[in-house]
């Protein structure tokens, strides 16, 4: 199963800082077919479902807004927020889409310094 | 407009079972994987179950914690989607959703989650 390593498990920001959250898997993400990195990044907020806010490592869902910017390779990879809005203050997950078992990393909380 | 609606969710004893379903509607429903991903209080999410596309012959997998115990199924008619849960434990608590899984290489759309409480 490839594990899905993420971090901070909690960050305490400011509003309008710049935030980053990384996530690190166990094997590489990268399908030299489709040239992609099966990487996603997900919202949740508490009694919402899951929203996508990247796919590919580094694309940015519909509807998203242009501080969520996602970016790295292989294994390593960075979700920032480039100023955090009060509405940002809540959890985030990165998944691999890479092979099942799909995975998701165990999530960080950001909060309200 | 994607839609998925889960139910079926409630209070069950250990061993016991429950079926889950999800209605989808706004897309062609065999095109698409579907997954079950489920978040228990406090944990991560986790994903547990997949039906792939009618071009991957509606294969399934299933995460180590339930396989054994809980089959996905689908009712292309009526572009339903279902879990069956047998042999319910403690563990298997949690919001249960069901999400698409779209060519992007992500879950798009979720529905908005069903609570399953195992306890005596």
């Known amino acids: 199963d490839i594990v899905m390593t993420q971090s901070p498990t909690f960050l305490a920001v400011t509003a309008s800082k710049k935030v980053t959250i990384s996530c690190t898997a166990s094997?590489?993400?990268?399908?030299?077919?489709?040239?992609?990195?099966?990487l996603a990044w997900y919202q949740k907020k508490p009694e919402q479902s899951p929203k996508l806010l990247i796919y590919g490592a580094s694309n940015r869902y519909i509807g998203v807004p242009d501080r969520f910017t996602g970016s790295g390779s292989g294994t390593d990879f960075t979700l920032t927020i480039s100023s955090v809005q009060v509405e940002d203050l809540t959890h985030y997950y990165c998944a691999q889409f890479y092979s099942y078992p799909l995975t998701f990393g165990a999530g960080t909380k950001l909060e309200l310094k | 407009e994607v839609k998925l609606v889960e139910s079926g969710g409630g209070l069950v004893q250990p061993g016991g079972s429950l079926r889950l379903s999800c209605a989808t509607s706004?897309?062609?429903?065999?095109?698409?994987?579907m997954e079950w991903v489920r978040q228990p209080p406090g944990k991560r999410l986790e994903w547990i179950a997949a039906s792939r596309n009618k071009a991957n012959d509606y294969t399934t997998e299933y995460s180590a914690s339930v396989k054994g115990r809980f089959i996905v199924s689908r009712d292309t008619s009526q572009s339903i989607l279902y879990l069956q849960m047998n042999a319910l434990r403690a563990e298997d608590t949690a919001i249960y959703y069901c999400?698409?899984?779209?060519?992007?290489?992500?879950?798009?759309?979720w529905g908005q989650g069903t609570s399953v409480t195992v306890s005596s």
């Open positions: 999400a698409r899984d779209a060519p992007l290489w992500a879950m798009d759309y």
């Open positions: 706004g897309f062609t429903f065999s095109d698409f994987y």
């Open positions: 094997e590489s993400l990268y399908s030299s077919k489709h040239k992609v990195h099966y």
